[in-house]
């Protein structure tokens, strides 16, 4: 027989002892100091070995209790019907018919069918019906109803209710009180939600922070798409002193917003396109009056080689004819940064400039902006 055709059949075999046995036992039964085996039923305990609470368990394939009150160690897999308190390692999996507290520690899987504590460690995935301490994966952790604690995990947590989720891709839970994810954060409701690309929830209690943010009411929301039931959305457009056209799309909450807009440049020679985003806030001042502080990056191109980079701190006084058209204008500091000589002739008063090698060019300078903004809905 050869080694995958041996493995196969060892896997199948165990998840059948484990589906059969679990939850079909009675809670008292024999206790054992010591189980020491190979592979069920060969071991200590024999064909009994469903039976036994064990404070210490050995085998060098997989072994399979009642209930482990100390250390149980395998080569392969632990199969404890009821529950585990102390430390449990295997070479492949953990599984665990009703509780476990303290320590699970597998290559690939630790599973607890109803509620666990303590911590796992996983190569690929942590399973538990609920769970409150650690849950670490190198791929997936899983909590069917509530984690309580930490999940951590190269590529994705889901938990039912969770106080604080962070994965390497994506975060889904019910209710979460803290997620941070590398790509996507789904909640039902949070109170915070910090992700690389995308935060997704009905309602958030504090901020969401990323570069796309979706809620039906969030208190904050810092990106540059924000898609806000209760915020404010418009369409902007703006010309500033060396003559490049912006239109932008705005959108946020009562005060801070993001910016993002496309656009083009009249006063160079050749033809220059514009890329910009940005972050920006709303101050109140009377019904109709307004400031507006935007912070952003411009980026021209004509799509060959060089590069021209503009950051931008603006202040702008707006006043809003009714309830959806806005006029703005105002006052910018600006920093460029290009290459190539793309760009050269757009702005020539510089409070401060430098050349360095190869043509690269910086510098500082006092400008202006102004446009038409209109509010969709």
Do not use: C
């Not at 204008?329 to 190539?340: H, K, L, R």
Request: no cysteine; charged share 10%; glycine share 12%.
């Amino acid at each position: 027989m050869n080694t995958y055709s041996l493995r196969h059949k060892l896997i199948l075999s165990l998840i059948a002892i484990f589906s059969a046995t679990v939850g079909t036992f009675a809670q008292t039964g024999p206790v054992s100091p010591a189980h020491l085996g190979f592979i069920y039923p060969i071991s200590s305990n024999g064909k009994d070995a469903a039976k036994y609470t064990n404070r210490f368990s050995f085998h060098a394939l997989a072994g399979l209790s009642k209930a482990e009150t100390g250390a149980a160690i395998a080569g392969i897999s632990n199969v404890i019907r009821d529950s585990a308190t102390g430390f449990q390692l295997a070479g492949i999996s953990n599984h665990t018919g009703n509780t476990y507290k303290s320590v699970q520690v597998a290559g690939i899987l630790n599973h607890t069918i109803h509620k666990g504590s303590g911590v796992q460690f996983a190569g690929i995935a942590n399973y538990a019906g609920s769970f409150q301490g650690l849950q670490s994966a190198g791929f997936i952790n899983v909590a069917t109803k509530d984690a309580t604690g930490l999940q951590l995990a190269g590529f994705m947590n889901h938990a039912g209710d969770s106080a604080i989720q962070i994965g390497g891709f994506i975060n889904t839970a019910k209710n979460a009180n803290v997620q941070i994810a590398g790509f996507i954060n789904v909640a039902s409701s949070a109170n915070t939600q910090i992700a690389g690309f995308i935060n997704v929830a009905k309602k958030v209690k504090h901020v969401q922070i990323g570069f796309i943010n979706i809620a039906d009411s969030a208190d904050v929301q810092l990106g540059i798409v924000n898609i806000n039931k209760r915020g404010e959305k418009q369409i902007s457009a703006s010309i500033d002193e060396s003559a490049t056209t912006i239109a932008a799309f705005k959108t946020g909450g009562r005060y801070l917003y993001g910016i993002l807009g496309v656009g083009y440049n009249w006063k160079n020679s050749d033809a220059l396109y514009a890329l910009q985003a940005g972050i920006g806030a709303h101050i109140p001042l009377l019904s109709h009056f307004r400031l507006n502080v935007e912070a952003t990056h411009t980026t021209l191109t004509k799509f060959k080689k060089g590069y021209y980079g503009r950051s931008t701190l603006g202040v702008f006084p707006a006043y809003r004819f009714g309830n959806r058209i806005e006029v703005f204008a105002g006052p910018t500091i600006n920093y460029v940064f290009y290459s190539e000589g793309l760009g050269a002739g757009l702005n020539n008063n510089f409070m401060w400039s430098r050349i360095r090698d190869n043509n690269n060019f910086q510098g500082v300078f006092i400008g202006a902006t102004g446009g038409v903004q209109v509010k969709l809905f």
